[in-house]
């Protein structure tokens, strides 16, 4: 048979043409990956780019799995083409944006890889569609939660954006990702109670907490217990908290009061500054800070030791007589490494490459000072001695490094090898693991009221004091400032206040106001209403205007101003409101602009111009008395203004008045409401 020959259209001929392009550039930006060393390997270390703040060495790691082999560890790598693409978009994608936020990117890519397996057999990103991107959109909902999901749709968005806008599909598109942010502003039900119950530390953590930091003994309680407290101060960041200088505290007087704060270097954006903390927490934080320097000095002082010789091994004073011999003897190795007998195997570098040696084969096999010095060396934290590369501070003036192995149950520690105390390991012994049994309350015997594990971590700290804050009633601007936010927004989804609390804070808030008065005053403290008490209401219902608020009853009656707020009588004005008396006075100017032009039509003899100038005029005589009240600083702020119009006539206020007059009379209450009903329809 002859061979096949497959037609390839000129528009898909090209996206295959930019496409291989686009390959072929992007294997020029893998250079700036130190790690890396070949297009194909597998997966991809991204040390030296890609780091966390507050994670300790944590390596990044980029791996190319399919969608159903995500987080299996196996080898169900994308298939070809479509795996070379995803190689070049990721390091495209983290060269022009945050290259931290790479996961959500894979798991984008890795769905889109599976639509177009699925669809067409092969995954060539060349004959994506929206029809395919809507198809992986549906196996994101499937995969991720609300709010993940929303996060890797918009990820998916900005890979069709990124294809259209570089040719490298057959047919441009337009697509939006269909995933919708997860609205959770609902307070009430069972789903609402577990969602807050998540976020906030439970009642059991919060009374276990100072008992272990005040019954602390062992090296590693210390450090979690003061951590904790020092979360508890101030509604920090993990990595804000992780990455403390060892020299943070500040104090000063001012106004003759004594005032103590930390040196915080914000994280997402804020700014470094002095956090004030409260006198109630002042005490507690200095001792969490001695404690933790204490446990920590002496990673500290290695750290120092090795910024000041970065070619030489750190010794223990008893090891010095050591340093430089040609072999060591098992003894010798434990005393330069200080590996305990029931430790694992440990790694040596010698000349003839990698020497496994476990604790019995070491009396056997000896090892030179020089490559055990070098094989320490290299096992130093990545970037060393920057600690924080955000900040630039070092490991020897940082507060939580520690030494390699301190707090490890069975290996022993090593006296010459540093590491930094992160917020994995934090949370560790919180107890946010599966390994619950050996957290810190599982160790203090600390348990839940239905005596599960108790489980924490150190957002919750986070969450919590922001919604003890707003329990406080603290405004949201100070709440923002507070928790170091740009956006004041971001402050509703730290709030966990309940309906029941919000109702209480309400209600405090006007029993005993005294600038709320009348039925709107009572309103807020009344008990569901029957049908007759609800229609005797004077104001029964409200709602906000652009100058104040409307207690119209539009259940009764349409509006009867059409919009002409400044001349009812049913409408309120606040005194204090500073954007609606704004407005108020904007509207007197724009009156008083509407009347000369209404006297000049009016002189021009332009018909029906003399009502509207009586209108203006009416208009603008509210508008000033409005503005004299408000001006008035007899007047309290606050106090509710509501402008009478002896002029205005209202049928259904007056068939509620004579009703109230007629009394329990049935029939002349069966007269009053026909005709009343009458008058509605427009009926003599």
Known sequence: MAEAIVFIPQAEGEAQDNLRDFIQFAHGILGGYPEIKSWEDAPWDLTGVVSWRGRGNVRARAVFSSHDGAGRG??????????????????YSNATSSPKTYVVRLAALRALEKALTGTHGTPNVCLATPAIFNIASGHIKERFSAGAGYRVGLALDGIGKFLVNKRLVATPFQWKSPIKRDQDRNRVGPEADRKRADKLPTEAALDALPRCFRNAETEIDILVTSAAALFCCAPERS???????????VEVERDGKK?????????????????WIIPGMVQVAKEALARLRAVTDKAREIAAWYEANPDHLYLPAEAEHLRGKENLN????????????QSPEILLQQNTGPLLASPKRLPKAAASFAAVEKMVLSKLPPRFPVF???TGITYSKALMVVQKNQFHPIKGVYPSMIEAFSTNRMNFHLGSCRERSISLFARFGFKE????????TTHQFRHWLNTMAQRGGLSQVDIAKWCDRIDIRQN????????????EMTRGITKEDPKLFGPLGELAMRSPLSRDEFMQLEFPTAHTTEIGFC???????????HRDCINCSEHVCVKGDARKTQRIMEQLEIAEEQLKRAMEATTDGYFGAGRWAEHHQATIERLRALAQVLNDPSVPVGALIRMVNPNEYSPIRMAIQERHELGDDSIASLALDFGLLKSLAGKE
């Open 449 to 456: 009221p239905d005596g599960g594990p108790i489980e924490l």
């Open 388 to 390: 924080d590369e955000a």
């Open 492 to 503: 509703q989804a730290y709030n966990h206040m309940t309906s029941h609390e919000l109702v």
């Open 259 to 275: 005032m103590y704060g930390l040196r915080w270097w914000g994280a997402k954006g804020a700014p470094p500054r002095i956090k």
């Open 551 to 561: 207690v119209h009853d539009f259940t009764m009656l349409p509006c009867q101003k």
């Open 239 to 249: 990595a804000e908290v992780m990455t403390l200088p060892a020299d943070c505290e």
């Open 74 to 91: 196996d080898s169900d790598y994308m298939a070809q083409p479509f795996l070379d693409f995803a190689k070049a978009y990721f390091l």
């Open 330 to 341: 098992a003894g010798e190795l434990k005393l330069i490494l200080g590996v305990a007998m």
